[in-house]
C-alpha cells in the first residue's frame, strides 16, 4: 500500500520511527545503485558508531553496557525459603548509535568515489555529538575530490546556512574539488521527492537516482501503512496551516481508497 503522500511521509519523521525508516532507506539507495554503477565502482554501506548519554539521544533505544550490583536490603542473611535472595542489578546506560552512510568506491582502485549521507535528528542537533562529528566529516570530504550527497528528510533540526530555511527538505552535492557552486534540490511536503545526481569519476557519467521510486518501495516492503497511527499529529514542527488541511485532505482520500480495496 502507498503512502498517503506524494512524496516524504511527514509521519515517518518521529525519532522513534525513523532510525527504522534511514536504515532501510540507506539499504533500498544501496540496491537501487548497485547495478548502476557497475561495471567500474561498487556501493558500500559504512556505520558511525557513537558512544552517548540517554540524554543526548532521546527516544533512542538504550543497549546497557555496564551494570551496579547491589544486595537487596534485609536479605543479607539466610532466610527459611526455597527461593534464594537475588542480587539486583542496576544498568548503567552507555548508549551506542549506529548510523548508516553509503559510500561508492572505485572497483579497481577501491578508493572512494562519492559519499551519501542521510541525516537524522541525531546529527541534526545542535550541541549533540552527532552534529559535529558530521559537521567535521561534511568540512573534510568537501575538501576532498569525493563527491558528497546530503539527503535531509527531516523538517526539524538545525542545518547549513546555504540551506536553511529554504524548503521542508532538500538534497545537496557538492562535486569534489571542481569550482562548481553546490547543487541542491529543495522539495516541500506536497512535492514529489526528487531525481537527483550521483556523479561518479569526472570522466563518466552521472548516475540518476529516482529518490521518489526508493521511497515508495521502501515504503511498500516495510509496510508502514500498517503500522504507522496516521490519526495522530505529525512530529514538529508544526504544519503551517494550509499544509495541515492539506494533510488531513491526503489522509482522508488514503483511507477511502484503503476501505474501498
Known amino acids: 500500500m502507498r503512502s498517503p503522500f506524494p512524496g516524504m511521509d511527514p509521519f515517518l519523521e518521529e525519532a522513534a520511527v525513523w532510525s527504522s525508516v534511514h536504515v532501510r532507506l540507506i539499504n533500498a539507495i544501496s540496491d537501487y545503485l548497485s547495478p548502476r554503477v557497475l561495471p567500474n565502482f561498487f556501493v558500500d554501506i559504512q556505520q558511525h558508531v557513537y558512544l552517548v548519554t540517554p540524554d543526548e539521544a532521546p527516544g533512542a533505544p538504550m543497549i546497557p553496557d555496564v551494570y551496579v550490583v547491589r544486595t537487596p ?76 550527497i546530503e539527503i535531509d528528510l527531516l523538517r526539524a533540526g538545525v542545518r547549513p546556512p546555504e540551506v536553511a530555511g529554504k524548503s521542508d527538505y532538500y538534497i545537496l552535492l557538492k562535486r569534489g574539488l571542481q569550482p562548481t557552486p553546490y547543487e541542491v534540490w529543495y522539495c516541500d511536503l506536497r512535492d514529489h521527492l526528487p531525481t537527483i545526481a550521483v556523479p561518479l569519476r569526472p570522466q563518466f557519467e552521472d548516475i540518476p ?53
Open 209 to 261: 537516482l529516482d529518490l521518489q521510486a526508493v521511497f515508495a518501495e521502501m515504503y511498500t516492503r516495510a509496510y508502514y501503512a500498517e503500522s504507522i497511527d496516521y490519526t495522530g499529529n505529525v512530529p514538529p514542527p508544526r504544519l503551517q496551516p494550509a499544509d495541515a488541511s492539506w494533510l488531513q485532505t491526503q489522509i482522508k482520500s488514503w483511507q477511502t481508497e484503503r476501505t474501498s480495496l
Open 73 to 148: 536490603v534485609g536479605e543479607r542473611q539466610a532466610v527459611a525459603s526455597p527461593i534464594m535472595p537475588p542480587t539486583l542489578v542496576e544498568p548503567l546506560y552507555d548508549l551506542e548509535i549506529r548510523e548508516a552512510y553509503l559510500e561508492i568506491r572505485d572497483k579497481r582502485s577501491r578508493e572512494v568515489v562519492t559519499i551519501i549521507e542521510v541525516l537524522s535528528p541525531f546529527n541534526k542537533t545542535a550541541g549533540a555529538q552527532g552534529r559535529q562529528a558530521f559537521e567535521e566529516k561534511r568540512k573534510k570530504v568537501i575538501g576532498t575530490d569525493v563527491n558528497w
